[in-house]
């Protein structure tokens, strides 16, 4: 058997079972993402697969139950699971001891862009006195008109650079707050580069309250997709840089 405990709606989904699920799923001509979370698709090929089979479409899986006997009918060539497991997704690891990758800082950067002058992050105008949304270097958002004035002569791209890396470990720290599995370097980067861009924020806001995070954490059956994309708004506007943004994040 290669479960090691049940999937599915109201189950228990370890990131290796719900891979092997979604295996199974892709082979039995479902079309959905890989990416070991329960999300609202695979519900939904969970129990589509079950009305085909003739059998109580609950969209759970259980280790000895009906549906994984059907699903494993189909013969399949599969990976081993073990603490290697991937389709080349790497290693997981407990998220509280991993940072930034030097290619996410450098992605960051490029979604961020060098501006070594104050500017208006609605506009993309420079300006020259205090609003709400002054930005400078690789995103930093200046909070006040003391810190405005810190700045207001500009700064240089090195300056830039160690701003942002500064600044990455309050995000870094806040994705170790709110996200209680283990993942691969790719998907910890994608979501330190989130919360950078929204705000790390607390249970209810930002980050730490999104969907996103409770999808990750098993604890919605949400789309991953969707939760996504929905924070596509920047001062109450919905801007084409952060829909391209998003879709960017997500195939990281």
Not at 7 to 24: C, E, R, Y
Not at 30 to 46: E, P, Q, W
Not at 49 to 76: H, Y
Not at 139 to 158: C, M, N, P, Q, W
């Amino acid at each position: 058997m290669l479960l090691e405990d049940s999937v599915g709606l109201n189950a228990n989904n370890k990131h290796s079972d719900m891979i092997i699920i979604q295996h199974l799923l892709v082979k039995h001509s479902f079309n959905l993402r890989i990416d070991g979370i329960c999300g609202n698709n695979t519900i939904s090929a969970i129990r589509s697969f079950q009305s085909r089979m003739k059998l109580l479409p609950d969209a759970r899986v259980d280790i000895n139950g009906k549906t994984i006997k059907l699903l494993e009918k189909k013969k399949i060539n599969f990976i081993k699971i073990s603490p290697h497991f991937s389709e080349g997704i790497g290693e997981k690891y407990d998220v509280a001891t991993m940072k930034l990758s030097q290619a996410g800082v450098r992605l960051l950067a490029n979604y961020e862009q060098l501006r070594l002058k104050i500017y208006d992050d609605q506009t993309g105008k420079e300006i020259k006195h205090y609003t709400p949304g002054a930005t400078i270097g690789y995103g930093h958002l200046i909070v006040d008109t003391k810190e405005f004035e810190r700045y207001k002569e500009g700064i240089s791209a090195s300056q830039a650079m160690s701003l942002l890396r500064h600044e990455l470990t309050k995000y870094e720290n806040g994705v170790k707050k709110f996200v209680k599995v283990k993942l691969t370097q790719s998907p910890s980067d994608a979501l330190k580069i989130f919360c950078f861009n929204i705000g790390i924020g607390n249970r209810t806001s930002g980050f730490g309250g999104s969907t996103v995070v409770k999808i990750i954490d098993g604890e919605s059956n949400d789309n991953l997709d969707t939760a996504w994309k929905m924070w596509s708004r920047s001062q109450g506007k919905v801007m084409k840089g952060l829909i391209n943004r998003r879709e960017s994040e997500l195939k990281l």
